[in-house]
């Protein structure tokens, strides 16, 4: 998800050095062995999150950590995985020049024996082949952009279709209504991937495509509103972020532009909803991401998520809790073969076929979803509230 370009090189060289350094302190390429460990019912093991916990990103980070949280609250008080598991948190604000330090604090711990996240493209891009080079597994929940899988992260796993999935998706049921469409994107990692393959896609179906970029860090959106408009266009695809695509509704609806307004995952917020007011009504969003209000299969994992923060789940919380639950049945799985390290999790992870709340996971050879696996859903906001169309596939 989001990203700036441009990453500390000083940060990535120190977090370098303590990658290389939890790998020669530890046995099997990173974190305890079990004969170190004692890895009995007394031993404790750490599942990291990485994601935005401040800033203006942090509500998706909240709501992908208390799925974290959760997965392991319930095993701990089962008891029956032979270990304890505690939570490390790890705030990188969604931003790329941060997440070298949060990989940092993640991989001092040596009981870490994963990661869930980070949430963004950008972070994910800046840090994959820092954890790659501790031998930690990454099982990422979120972060979309479509070609994380190709830039050779050793332990890079993803639970949900990214870009070159979701884009070509919700492009066929536009191009199924509208005829001349006006795609925008912020020049994020995320935002330019997502948008670029919704472009591709729409041209293939013979739609007519104007495009322009416009930065993320833009806080007035009226002269791309008023091109827009000025287009002719029957429809807008904005590929971006929550807090930017508040602005650009409020922009949109100011300027009277008349057609539909669709986005990708990552302005699918209560952010958006706040922001937008009035203006994010009739929106549309594309996400390879499970409403678990609604999903039968996640019937208790709502009631247990809302029971506990006071909230229903929202967006990423589900297929962080599935995530986390992939790296617990990993670490036990690694336990019970003899030794439990970051090499021997990040191998049992890469083998899962996890029967989860948001559908049967396994992993491909590249650490995303086999291609036609996983599920691209479509969203609209009404009322002030962003309620599930179903798979996009079938959407009207």
């Known amino acids: ?54 800033g203006d990103n942090a509500q998706l980070g909240i709501n992908e950590v208390n799925g974290v949280q959760l997965a392991i609250d319930q095993a701990n008080a089962k008891k029956d995985l032979g270990f304890t598991v505690k939570l490390l948190k790890a705030d990188d604000g969604g931003d790329a020049s941060k997440a070298p330090a949060a990989a940092a604090q993640v991989l001092q711990d040596a009981t870490v024996m994963g990661v869930v996240g980070p949430s963004f493209s950008g972070a994910s891009k800046a840090v994959g082949k820092i954890y790659g080079a501790a031998n930690l597994t990454i099982v990422n929940p979120s972060a979309s952009n479509g070609t ?44 330019a991937g997502v948008a670029g393959a919704v472009e591709k896609e729409l041209k293939a179906k013979g739609v007519t495509v104007q495009t322009a970029g416009v930065d993320a860090k833009t806080t007035d959106y009226g002269a791309i509103s008023q091109t827009v408009k000025q287009s002719g266009a029957q429809a807008m695809f904005y590929g971006g972020y929550d807090a930017q695509g508040a602005l650009f509704a409020k922009a949109l609806t100011a300027v009277g532009f008349p057609g539909a307004r669709v986005a990708g995952n990552g302005v699918k917020s209560s952010v958006f909803t706040t922001g937008a007011g009035a203006a994010g009504n009739g929106w549309y969003f594309s996400c390879g991401c499970q409403d678990a209000t609604v999903a039968p299969s996640a019937k208790d994992f709502t009631a247990a998520y809302t029971a506990k923060f006071n909230t229903p789940p929202s967006t990423y919380s589900p297929e962080a809790f599935d995530a986390t639950n992939i790296l617990l049945a990993a670490i036990k799985a690694a336990k019970a073969a003899g030794t439990v390290d970051r090499k021997s999790v990040n191998d049992q992870v ?22 036609g696996t996983g599920t691209v859903n479509l969203y609209t906001q009404k009322d002030g509230k962003i309620i599930s169309l179903g798979d996009v596939s079938k959407a009207s």
């Open 350 to 371: 890469s083998k899962t076929d996890f029967a989860g709340i948001t559908g049967q996971i396994k992993f491909g050879p590249d650490g995303d979803l086999p291609a």
């Open 148 to 191: 994380l899988q190709t830039l050779g992260f050793p332990t890079w796993h993803r639970v949900v279709p990214n870009d070159y999935a979701e884009g070509p998706a919700v492009a066929d049921w536009m191009a199924k209504k509208f005829k001349k469409v006006f795609v925008v994107n912020d020049l994020s990692d995320y935002g």
């Open 1 to 54: 998800m989001r990203t700036r370009t441009l990453v500390n090189v000083a940060a990535m060289s120190a977090v370098g050095a303590l990658a290389l350094t939890a790998c020669s302190n530890s046995t099997g390429g990173g974190g305890l062995s079990s004969s170190a460990g004692g890895g009995g019912g007394g031993t404790t093991y750490t599942v990291a999150f990485e994601g935005p916990l401040s």
